[in-house]
């Protein structure tokens, strides 16, 4: 490339000859020839450029344009994308790809975008061509592709290959999913599969790997509870589950699946859970119609409470005498759905008379708390489908060696719960709780007596082929919904263990630990508990390390490791942490500090 001074001196020699163009320094032509040659510079380092801009591989100033032309970004720009090596390699893929179904193709096209993977294919398993101990791989398996990727894949801070204000690291596979799923011939199934795990118990894909084997949940987990217990399903409805399955739970609303529902021991105190047409309600002023509409179970078997005509209040009560001490803590539940009254109060009372007791008034038109009594520490609304609210608060008896509980739902006018009524305006009411509990767990259906649901209790109990004793890395998704016990994953018993913990939400306790007889090696517990957090603890002799949501939470170099013959899901010792996990892995490798932080990355 030549400079402006080589391009004045050409445009010089370009002069005829003679006084009448002079070209010593300081003169006016040698200052407009001086000036022209700035340009001709510049054009020329223009031109110079222009051999990387027309390649997709190290484009720059184009690069805007060049994804114009090529449609991007699109639906499946991700993370990596946000990147100038992830954007390269996005218009790269797009320019370069022709279609295909073959593994192979599907290959290049993530190694394109920056991912190397492997593709698992299966085959029918068939008498005279499989042997005993093959993958029974029929059915859907057929059509199933396993992709299999590492953990994260990381686009470090790279000079000449990054431009100024990019994150010196970048991570995700959001793209990779996209792109295949969007490519994928229309009979393929394709599952993903990260990182160097050995075991994967992956609860809301329902899929299993011990090693490099594929399995189910209960050919790897063992699995028990004495009790049917409740969940929602996958079409949103209410259901009981029988007695040693365990429960996969749905959001009711989007369907999506919430993982493995993990719950202690609790019992239902009230009687007639469904029926408050039953006399164990005693009504006041109104009267009930039996199984009026459908319940959030999908039967017709909600009632409605339907108001009298005199100015008064307009309950139904439910007494349950026992003994209760300063200190316990309550939940109250109910199902409520608006009818002519979108107001209803709940009172929870736990001494003799109205007094000692708990009050709180749900907008069941607009979702949401009017009005509760300052005493009452939590409370809330879950919008479960169909007009239907779970709505639920806790109360703390603060009075000794009381004989009784007492719960009353009310019709209201707003916050009024005196009032005229016309004899025909009412609310629904189906499935109420009173439970010893801190915070809302599954309903749990009642007729003639109380009814207790027992733990849920599962563990892993074959380490092999999978664990190795020397070092590993814990990893863990869950929502803890309180209100004790925050261990998601444990490896060992409860005085020599390895852990993962996620706290309640807005609550220290999340992390990890190492003991060994009792005794703490390595505790890093203390990042504050959040919906789907995920938690991963790295660790060997001397070298611990735990992170959660993206962020190193803590680092120990001294502590020795304690030997485990189970791996203990959502359970402490002999308590059951109220949970929902959505995934365990385990790598028998002490992954490094960035490895935790992208695989646990928001």
């Known amino acids: 490339m030549s400079t402006a001074a080589e391009y004045r001196e050409q445009l010089k020699a370009l002069l005829p000859p003679g006084q009448a163009f002079p070209r010593d320094p300081g003169t006016t032509l040698h200052d407009l020839l001086d000036g022209m040659s700035l340009e001709l510079a510049r054009v020329d380092d223009r031109a110079s450029a222009l051999p990387q801009e027309v390649n997709p591989n190290t484009t720059l100033e184009l690069l805007p344009d060049w994804e114009r032309v090529a449609g991007l970004p699109d639906k499946c720009s991700g993370t990596l994308e946000e990147t100038l090596q992830g954007r390269r390699n996005a218009l790269l893929a797009k320019l370069t790809s022709t279609g295909g179904q073959s593994a192979d193709y599907f290959i290049q096209l993530a190694a394109s975008l920056g991912y190397a993977v492997t593709i698992e294919v299966f085959r029918p398993f068939r008498a005279g061509s499989s042997v005993a101990g093959d993958v029974l791989s029929n059915g859907d398996w057929v059509f199933a592709w396993r992709i299999h990727a590492p953990d994260v894949t990381v686009i470090p801070f790279r000079a000449g290959l990054s431009v100024t204000g990019e994150r010196l690291r970048v991570w995700g596979s959001d793209t990779l999913e996209c792109k295949i799923r969007q490519l994928a011939p229309a009979h393929t199934i394709p599952i993903f599969a990260y990182g160097d795990a050995t075991l994967d118990l992956n609860f809301v894909q329902d899929t299993y790997r011990s090693g490099a084997n594929n399995t189910t949940f209960a050919g790897l987990i063992t699995f028990t509870r004495s009790t049917t217990a409740g969940r929602f399903n996958a079409a949103g409805l209410f259901e009981m589950v029988p007695i040693n399955q365990p429960r996969f739970d749905y959001d009711p609303l989007t369907l999506a699946p919430k993982g493995l529902l993990m719950e202690e021991a609790r019992t239902n105190l009230l009687r007639f859970s469904a029926q408050f047409d039953n006399a164990a309600w005693i009504k006041f002023e109104t009267t009930v119609s039996a199984n009026a509409t459908a319940a959030p179970d999908g039967t017709l078997t909600a009632d409605k409470m339907v108001e009298s005509t005199n100015t008064t209040s307009h309950t139904a009560d439910q007494q349950i005498n026992g003994t209760y001490t300063a200190g316990q803590v309550f939940c109250a539940s109910c199902f409520l759905k608006a009818g002519e009254r979108s107001s209803i109060r709940m009172n929870l009372y736990y001494a003799v008379g109205s007094t000692g007791g708990r009050q709180i008034v749900f907008n069941l038109a607009t979702k949401s708390i009017t009005s509760k009594d300052p005493a009452i520490p939590t409370a809330g609304v879950e919008d479960v489908g169909n007009g239907w609210l779970r709505c639920w608060f806790t109360g703390v008896v603060d009075t000794p060696a009381e004989t009784r509980l007492l719960m009353r739902v009310q019709l209201a006018i707003g916050t009024t719960t005196?009032?005229?009524?016309?004899?025909?305006?009412?609310?629904?009411?189906?499935?109420?709780?009173?439970?010893?509990?801190?915070?809302?767990?599954?309903?749990?259906?009642?007729?003639?007596?109380?009814?207790?649901?027992?733990?849920?209790?599962?563990?892993?109990?074959?380490?092999?082929?999978?664990?190795?004793?020397?070092?590993?890395?814990?990893?863990?998704?869950?929502?803890?919904?309180?209100?004790?016990?925050?261990?998601?994953?444990?490896?060992?018993?409860?005085?020599?263990?390895?852990?993962?913990?996620?706290?309640?939400?807005?609550?220290?306790?999340?992390?990890?630990?190492?003991?060994?007889?009792?005794?703490?090696?390595?505790?890093?517990?203390?990042?504050?508990?959040?919906?789907?957090?995920?938690?991963?603890?790295?660790?060997?002799?001397d070298d611990f390390a735990c992170a959660t949501n993206g962020v190193l939470i803590g680092t120990d170099t001294s502590g020795s490791l304690p030997s485990v013959s189970s791996l203990l899901l959502g359970r402490n010792g002999a308590s059951t942490t109220n949970c929902h996990i959505r995934q365990i892995t385990y790598s028998p490798k002490r992954l490094s500090n960035e490895r935790l932080q992208a695989m646990t990355a928001p």
Not at 427 to 450: C, M
Not at 452 to 466: E, F, Q, Y
Request: charged share 10%; glycine share 12%; aromatic share 8%.
């Open 418 to 541: 005196t009032y005229a009524g016309d004899g025909t305006s009412g609310a629904y009411f189906w499935g109420a709780d009173i439970q010893e509990s801190a915070s809302l767990l599954s309903h749990i259906p009642t007729t003639t007596v109380p009814v207790t649901r027992s733990a849920d209790v599962a563990a892993v109990n074959t380490l092999t082929p999978w664990f190795s004793p020397a070092r590993g890395t814990l990893y863990s998704e869950a929502t803890n919904v309180g209100p004790s016990g925050t261990t998601i994953a444990q490896l060992g018993s409860l005085s020599d263990r390895i852990l993962t913990s996620v706290a309640p939400s807005g609550i220290a306790g999340t992390g990890g630990a190492t003991i060994v007889g009792s005794v703490n090696q390595a505790s890093m517990q203390s990042a504050v508990g959040a919906p789907g957090q995920k938690v991963a603890f790295a660790y060997s002799t």
